[in-house]
């Protein structure tokens, strides 16, 4: 027996009984009973989105709902301006590329957050930008970006701002209205706690209007569609919805909403905090700012001397931990911690121990139970339930 | 209580293990155990297909995998034939419009097959054509085309054979490579025996040549990045995957393989005969022909005078079963039996019973039993378990 713990940015553990209403026996989606499901999981996106525009929901990865957001609003040759910190702004470059855009490109450091003076720049000196993207947490190096800055600056403008928070929505306070955020991406496997397979889409009012003067071919993506089935008292989906995950996703909302938006945020700061307390008290160094907002994923530099690669491996097969490594160009520099969604306190204390033992195994100098320490420090002061 | 039964042709019940092997912990997609998970379902999936041809999988509705087809395989202006008939037909038809093909249509009648000889005849008028859109199974109406005679047909032309498989696809024997059929898409929901929420395309060399040179746009359905991280050693998938239906379909595939390939295509024969005598033994008639190879659907003519939406609802309502209703044009006036997938002798029973108590309530004359007798001649003479 090896007993599992998956300490990832995605997909995340997700509750046993979300889990078991996935379980339950598939209903039928032309039928009353899923149009309540789809209304109740609509609502409870809007809850947690914190926004009164419309949410569409597809059965795909996050990057198909990126990719929607691309179609749906970009034509080919508009100007966009996108805002790159890491593996997944690069992921708007590509997919704004494949659709024909004008892409103005800000390249940040990766482990560093976008700098919204530069936005305002850009779109000063191009008036004819359309749309900018950017990440709200950067699921590959932990950053979180300052939406509520970007969004007054785009919010300013015509231009619409298209913010992937895959990895941040439901762990770090991101209300979409008074942001001014126009296009919101997320994922069912973060911190809305099911597993992969769903991906959603909240669309305001100014973004509508791109969308629907846009001529870009769109058919299974096409948000036009998606609104037109998805609303109203008989509302579906346009084309066979992966019930089970939509089952499991109300479940899950149903348990968010217990503990209260508030509280979700609150814990993750603290867990968030706890794991970046417990890195530094290893010695170890933070990949990126100490941001106490920064809490869906906590990225650590690989000590030098130590081969990166191993440290994940040997987590896994020999303690049954799933930790990140780096993606894109950080591989093998940095590891990363998940903890959005279903993450309590011991989840950071199994982590931090497993990667003590782990870096004593490779050879490194490790001060035993130091990392727990110091992050027991933070986590038993905690105000809210962990 | 109401104690449900899911009779629709999709999405279809699921057995209890495979809900429970989907309810499992959710694991890492980046990780040595995804890679074999992944492996073993291509492996399955190409069982399945009869196929040594690529197969791709992709988080997304059937309809996501339709439009990959057509994203990957057909540039604007390109010729293209559809043999339409019925509403899936149509959704070739939107679908090859969406992305600028040059349609040649041959609309064949709802409930009728499509011609090979017109196939024929329209790739001899139009040798610029590249590729032949047709279903399978048409969900909407019953109808198994005759996919062998249209493969030889259009495999002696420089076209490609794109079939819609979804609802037939592990019900009635399908031969991808032997037929010819160049691009086969499937579903996960149907006669693969899990939730909807994963879709399948298994493609051809000669379909590969066209992909490669195809200059239209697409990201996440790009099949050329799909075939690359999703095949050898260390095969994943290029964005996250649905890994609970991934670990379903895994354990569905495992019970197919253990009925054995030849005897699931029995069992559908058997109960898609059973279903048939039991109407027509009720004295209602059948829409479209009386195929003995058409087994994922018995589509049935509302009676004249009875509402044909009402059937459905009190099916539904009163008796906890669902029954699928009629598509597009035929609304109200037909109503479907799905049986592809895990059904067994009873589902047909049940489904037969509660249309005799249904038909009763609103008013038409019923011999009771009658129905339900004649499918216990048929499925008492199964040579092969129900």
């Known amino acids: 027996m090896l007993k599992r713990y998956l300490l990832t940015p995605g997909p995340t553990p997700v509750p046993p009984e979300v889990l078991l209403a996935a379980a339950e026996p598939v209903i039928h989606h032309r039928a009353p009973r899923f149009t309540e499901i789809l209304t109740e999981v609509v609502a409870g996106l809007k809850y947690v989105y914190q926004t009164t525009n419309d949410v569409l929901i597809f059965a795909s990865s996050g990057t198909g709902a990126m990719e929607s957001a691309v179609v749906n609003l970009v034509a080919p040759g508009d100007a966009v301006?996108?805002?790159?910190?890491?593996?997944?702004?690069?992921?708007?470059?590509?997919?704004?590329?494949?659709?024909?855009?004008?892409?103005?490109?800000?390249?940040?450091?990766?482990?560093?957050?976008?700098?919204?003076?530069?936005?305002?720049?850009?779109?000063?000196?191009?008036?004819?930008?359309?749309?900018?993207f950017v990440q709200f947490s950067e699921t590959s190096t932990g950053v979180v970006n300052d939406i509520r800055a970007i969004g007054e600056i785009v919010g300013a403008t015509d231009a619409v701002l298209v913010v992937d928070a895959i990895s941040g929505l439901g762990a770090t306070d991101l209300p979409t209205d008074e942001w001014g955020v126009d296009v919101c991406v997320a994922g069912s496997q973060k911190a809305l706690m099911i597993p992969p397979g769903l991906a959603y889409v909240a669309v305001s009012p100014k973004a509508w209007k791109l969308v629907e003067s846009n001529p870009t071919p769109r058919f299974y993506f096409d948000w036009v569609a998606a609104r037109k089935k998805m609303t109203g008292d008989s509302a579906q989906t346009p084309y066979t919805p992966a019930v089970s995950l939509m089952v499991a996703q109300n479940k899950a909302i149903e348990m968010i909403r217990e503990e209260g938006l508030a509280n979700v945020f609150a814990r993750h700061r603290v867990l968030g905090r706890a794991c970046k307390e417990g890195v530094k008290a290893l010695g170890l160094e933070l990949f990126g700012p100490?941001?106490?907002?920064?809490?869906?994923?906590?990225?650590?530099?690989?000590?030098?001397?130590?081969?990166?690669?191993?440290?994940?491996?040997?987590?896994?097969?020999?303690?049954?931990?799933?930790?990140?490594?780096?993606?894109?160009?950080?591989?093998?520099?940095?590891?990363?911690f998940g903890h959005c969604g279903y993450f309590g306190a011991f989840d950071i204390i199994v982590g931090l121990s497993c990667v003590e033992m782990v870096l004593a195994e490779l050879g490194h100098p490790v001060k035993w139970g130091a990392s727990v320490g110091a992050a027991e420090q933070v986590l038993m002061k905690s105000e809210v339930k962990l």
Chains 1, 2 share one sequence.
């Open 290 to 336: 100490d941001d106490p907002e920064a809490n869906s994923v906590t990225a650590v530099k690989v000590p030098a001397g130590i081969d990166g690669g191993k440290i994940g491996k040997i987590a896994r097969d020999e303690y049954g931990v799933w930790l990140a490594g780096g993606q894109g160009k950080l591989k093998g520099q940095i590891f990363r």
């Open 81 to 132: 301006l996108v805002a790159s910190c890491g593996n997944f702004g690069e992921r708007w470059v590509k997919l704004n590329k494949t659709w024909g855009a004008a892409i103005t490109l800000l390249d940040f450091d990766w482990g560093t957050r976008v700098d919204p003076a530069q936005i305002a720049a850009a779109l000063q000196a191009n008036s004819k930008i359309k749309a900018v």
